[in-house]
Nanobody, 122 residues
Framework: QVQLVESGGGSVQAGGSLRLSCVASGNTKRSYCMGWFRQVPGKEREAVASISRDAITSYRDSVKDRFTISRDNPKNTLYLQMNDLKPEDTAMYYC????????????????WGQGTQVAVSS
């Protein structure tokens, strides 16, 4: 079992930046694939970025070149650096962990945080 707690959300204007953090606790001695998802009320949750156990990253097309996912294993922390934010990035952002070597689909993640809200105004 691993517990995930996100932070770093907030309200910014378009073009601004935020850095989300996700701290893992519990069984952190093993390695997990990690990811960030987002969801807007009334829409399906979508994968934003993921990072495999060996730090290979993947991004959805709409955030490539703007968002960067990274992990600090000694600190048990996952990050999402978000630059050049757009109003369409407004959503609740969730951190997730999975047992596979690499993950992307929601069903590949078994552990989820409670989310942190990001709001981008035009």
């Amino acid at each position: 079992q691993v517990q995930l707690v996100e932070s770093g959300g907030g309200s910014v204007q378009a073009g601004g930046s935020l850095r989300l953090s996700c701290v893992a606790s519990g069984n952190t001695k093993r390695s997990y694939c990690m990811g960030w998802f987002r969801q807007v009320p009334g829409k399906e949750r979508e994968a934003v970025a993921s990072i495999s156990r060996d730090a290979i990253t993947s991004y959805r097309d709409s955030v490539k070149d703007r968002f960067t996912i990274s992990r600090d294993n000694p600190k048990n922390t996952l990050y999402l650096q978000m630059n050049d934010l757009k109003p369409e990035d407004t959503a609740m952002y969730y951190c997730a962990a999975g047992l596979n070597w690499a993950c992307w689909r929601g069903d590949e993640f078994g552990y989820w945080g409670q989310g942190t809200q990001v709001a981008v105004s035009s």
